[in-house]
């Protein structure tokens, strides 16, 4: 969390925020966020509404100044520099497309306004609209577009100035489902290709795994976690971390040293290093499986639960099923195909591997 | 859903303007364009038609200017905000009789103000309050009431208003008189175009407070309109063509100034 290195050795066009904090009022938006963003890197902000999130990307671009601490572009301090001369792109939720100006004109308004040479403006502007494939669209105004064509519009024109830093804020929120998917990877690529510094804010989770090289998960102002995708999914650092991520089975107990975790009188298999005491286990839905009949034999490395069905939820391929042991419901992905069709009141035997454990 | 529509708009402005155009068009008992034709060859017609043009043109020109910042002070005023809106709305109560009373006692030639500045500056009360009954006192008393209508509409385009337009032109390197010109004076564009549209329809057709202050002496349109009807040698006629000519170039003057806008945006 407190990977914040030298300026000297991250490149010119990194981010770093060194103990920033904003308040409102008595609400602290942001409060003591130390994070390094490397030249290139696609980190991705994650968090529940009023985390903080979009005060923190404000913070980058300039339109906040931040209470405390300091933001640093390049490693130069960004005390002073207002917003225009920052060179930061940034991508609204809402577009924010100029209405009144067509599509190549939205294009080309930064450039313009650096007053970069005409000639030049044209071929950056061509190259643009042809890498968010929109080169037959120069002519059209925004309210003419769809939302996806309006959002690829608008990260053309963020990258048109060649920023140091690219800012999108829920920038797929507005879409739907299809759209978001096809257009999320599309960023993805297009930020890889130019390898421009990027902070990516979503609440969605899912988004934000499958396209970052990091993840900052905030709450309540300050940073939770900070890590690379696979490792927020596997090892969640607080019970916060692994709900907002995902897991939704967390079982509280007491851990007994030596691979052994009481729950509700039951002993369960667990990896962990930690030392013994109260402890909370998580087991994603998808880590269950129905066992065979049988005694229950809780061999090392394979726990077997038995239980009733309480409900299902068809989910496409996935179908949820909600189980309850002495009293506690818990919730097993299976592949909808498979199996036979369980009901509500059916006893249920779900097995998961002590690897598949993750005890905080 | 437009057939009660239609049918207000046909009883209370197609049909009295019908017959309106029907009476003006009859001089001496046959029909005739001479009452229309007035208005060229009779010199009190011509100059009160362009007096009441130049008044309404700099009313809602100056209502307009002095309107937008004021609206935009209001908007951000924070938790007063409320308290001067309903301040705002004062002046739209008071009948145009009322506001030019109220100009006379505080401006006249013994006013409040003129006496109150005498005491201080050397001036003459009768030269200072006399610009008050000339066409460009009507326009500053004509702004008190005008100038709340154009923040009225303004405060409802600045809570409309889409910030984040003005962060990305900003964010792009765009410069103050960039933002300004370019994005935020075309977003409030179609409510500065209704807002000056209002004020300038307000002030062909207003007449009250001319009257308080300057009886008749000021000739605009609608004045001229109210010695045809009240005069001993009344030409309802006259009156009825002149009203037609004031409806028809209020409609046009907007229809024309808003087209021209929209395009231009
Ligand atoms: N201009 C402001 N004035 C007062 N409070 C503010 C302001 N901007 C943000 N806040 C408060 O700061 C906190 C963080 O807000 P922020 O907009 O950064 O959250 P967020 O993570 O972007 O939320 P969301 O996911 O809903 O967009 C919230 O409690 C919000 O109410
Ligand atoms: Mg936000």
Known sequence: MNDVKSAKNDSKNGVELVGVGKMYGNVHAVRDVSLAVKEGEFLSVVGPSGCGKTTMLRMISGFVAPDSGDVRIGGASMKGVPPRKRRVGIVFQNYALFPNMTVYENVAFGMKAQKWPEDRIKDKAAALLEMVGMEDRAGAYPRHLSGGQQQRIALARALAIEPRVLLLDEPLSALDAKVRNTLRFEIKRIQRNSG????????????????????????????????????????????????????????????????????????????????????????????????????????????????RVVGKVFLGPLTRVAFSVDGATLLMDLLSAAGEPLSAGDPLRARFAAADAHLL | MLLPVTAVLVAFLGWPLLLVLWESLFVGGGLSHGNYASLFTRSLYRESFFTSLALSVSTAFLGTVIGLPLSYAIHRSGRHKGFLMALTSVPLTFSGLVVGFAFIVLLGTSGFFTLLLKRFVDINPLEFSAFLFTWRGLVVAY?????????????????????????????????????????????????????????FAVSMGAFGTAFALTGSAVKILPMVIYTQVSDMSSDIAQADALAIILTVTTTLVIMVYERTFREVK
């Open chain 1, 196 to 307: 421009i510094t990027t902070v990516y804010v979503t609440h969605d989770q899912e988004e934000a795994l499958s396209i970052s090289d990091r993840v900052a998960l905030m709450r309540g102002g300050a940073l939770e976690q900070l890590g690379v995708p696979a490792e927020l999914y596997a090892s969640p650092a607080s019970e916060f971390a692994a709900d907002f991520i995902g897991v939704n089975n967390i079982m509280r107990g007491v851990y007994q040293g030596d691979g052994r975790f009481v729950w509700n009188g039951r002993t369960l298999f667990v990896e962990t290093k930690r030392d013994p005491g109260p402890a909370a286990m998580m087991v994603r839905p998808e880590r269950f499986a129905p066992a065979e009949a049988g005694p229950v034999l809780n061999e090392p490395n394979i726990n077997i639960l038995e239980g």
């Open chain 2, 143 to 199: 702004l008190y009431f005008l100038v709340p209508r154009m923040i009225l509409t303004m405060t409802v385009a600045w809570s409309n208003a889409d910030w984040s337009l003005m962060e990305a032109a900003t964010s792009l390197g765009a410069g103050g008189g960039t933002v300004f010109f370019r994005v935020l004076l075309p977003m409030l564009g179609p409510a500065i175009l209704s807002g000056s549209s209002l004020l």
